[in-house]
């Protein structure tokens, strides 16, 4: 049996999908805390294919030269603001590097139930879930 959710979630930058307005390609950003410490960077986005809008954005953190570092999950529904060179998050630096370990070959259900338990959100396949104020991409 196939997994839906892995089959559904992907890579924006294995795609050929771009942004409707290339303001919202947050790649390449800043992370910042709810105290506007450094996280990371926006290394990709996790895309619904089917409906064609972001669920996670991937952030790389730590390392040197871009090698060592480490990479998390966040559910959009954590971010609260997006400008021109930052996406600014509801959570404490420490509590978004303590996320359950990311492993790309294993985005399931299990996983992914993880990741939102941590960050103490309903999961996007829930009944009642509300999408956030976040682009779509057409």
């Not at 450094?38 to 290394?43: A, E, K, L, R, T």
């Not at 959009?76 to 509590?95: E, F, G, L, Q, S």
């Not at 996320?99 to 941590?118: G, K, T």
Request: charged share 20%.
């Amino acid at each position: 049996m196939s997994n839906p959710v892995k089959s559904t979630l992907v890579r924006l930058g294995a795609t050929t999908l771009i942004p409707a307005e290339p303001s919202q390609d947050i790649r390449g950003r800043k992370v910042v805390d709810a105290q506007g410490d450094d996280i990371g960077d926006v290394s990709d986005l996790f895309i619904d294919e089917a409906h064609k809008i972001v669920r996670f954005i991937e952030i790389a953190n730590g390392g040197f030269l871009g090698f060592g570092k480490t990479r998390v999950l966040v559910p959009v529904d954590a971010i609260t603001r997006v400008d021109k060179w930052t996406v600014h998050i509801d959570r404490h630096r420490d509590h978004v590097v303590a996320a359950p370990p990311f492993n790309p070959e294993l985005i399931d259900i299990p996983y992914l139930d993880q990741v939102y338990e941590h960050y103490g959100m309903t999961p996007f396949w829930s009944a009642g879930y509300v999408y956030p104020l976040f682009p779509y991409y057409p």
